[in-house]
């Protein structure tokens, strides 16, 4: 549904964004991740026509952005970071006139209330927009991405600023949207996104660092799997039974945990299930597993471990 190939941002001498390709797929949530200044707001503008690309293409439901504009803007529901709202309007009026701006052809008395049921701002419909709250403005902002039903929806920072209900209240409606659009979802909160997308793009520094499903991260990132293993026994013997076991690539002890037992974390290759194996050499050394359990990296710790090192190399 969208096609990022090769798109680079110049100013000046910085690169907003290097050479950066990816696709979202027909629905598809896909959340753009990465700290503040990472070029996620710069790659969503592109997309949606608001900004200019120095080279590369975007590409959405067959039509380019550059050879033919109207089309793909036509496609893409927009919701920036402050959503464009005219506050001296009440919210009907203002979703009819965004209806007209937008040119959209369905029948606007019936398709207005359907979005307004949608995003549940019916009951506010005759409030004007300045008397809102926080949480109201940024449904709104979501009932005039969606007038017109576009395939895509482009989502920038959409709970900032918004209290732990109104966020959740979001999530909920995100995920819903992704029922019938294609929704790319940008944000610098790794639980929002890790929360509400199927799959999740790294950038940072411009350059796109990891793309994986959201489950699949940690693992895609380190490219072996860990073992957590508090075990009773010497550390020698201990070492010795479980670094001849096949598809093992290093062992390390973390910390003493009692009277001659320890933990240790087990780095293996992902095609090996060494936990039967490391059962049985344990228990052939004669010492015992008081807990074994995956040690792979959390969500977190994968995300700053990509960011530090894009910008070790940066330096």
Excluded: W
């Amino acid at each position: 549904m969208v096609e990022v190939k090769n798109l680079t941002k110049r100013y000046g001498r910085t690169k907003a964004v290097d050479d950066i390709s990816f696709t979202a797929d027909s629905g598809e949530v896909l959340g753009f991740l990465g700290p503040n200044g990472a070029g996620k707001s710069t790659t969503m503008n592109i997309i949606t026509g608001y900004i200019s690309s120095t080279s590369g293409t975007v590409t959405v439901d067959g039509a380019e952005i550059l050879k033919d504009p109207k089309a793909v803007k036509q496609k893409i529901g927009y919701l920036p970071e402050i959503p464009p709202l005219y506050v001296e309007m009440t919210v009907r009026k203002y979703l009819e006139f965004m209806f007209n701006l937008k040119k959209v052809r369905l029948p606007k008395h019936e398709h207005i209330e359907e979005i307004m049921r949608l995003v549940k701002i019916t009951d506010v419909s005759e409030r004007l927009i300045k008397n809102l709250s926080k949480g109201y403005r940024q449904r709104v902002g979501f009932a005039q991405a969606l007038l017109g039903n576009p395939p895509v929806l482009i989502l920038d920072e959409p709970t900032v600023g918004l209290d732990p209900k109104q966020i959740i209240e979001i999530r909920k409606l995100i995920k819903s949207l992704g029922k019938k659009h294609t929704v790319i979802f940008s944000s610098h909160v790794l639980s929002e996104v890790s929360a509400t997308c199927d799959r999740i793009i790294v950038i940072s520094n411009g350059k796109i660092v990891a793309d994986a499903k959201t489950e699949e991260l940690s693992s895609s990132i380190s490219g072996d799997e860990k073992l957590s293993l508090d075990v009773e026994g010497s550390q020698g013997t201990v070492l010795g039974a479980l670094k001849v076991i096949p598809g093992v690539i290093r062992i390390r002890k973390t910390r003493d945990i009692g009277d001659n037992a320890a933990r240790y974390i087990i780095e293996y290759k992902k095609e090996n299930d060494i936990r039967k194996s490391v059962f049985k050499a344990i228990a052939s050394a004669g010492c015992v597993i008081l807990n074994m359990q995956s040690g792979n990296e959390t969500l977190e710790e994968s995300f700053l471990k990509l960011v530090s090192q894009d910008q070790r190399e940066e330096v």
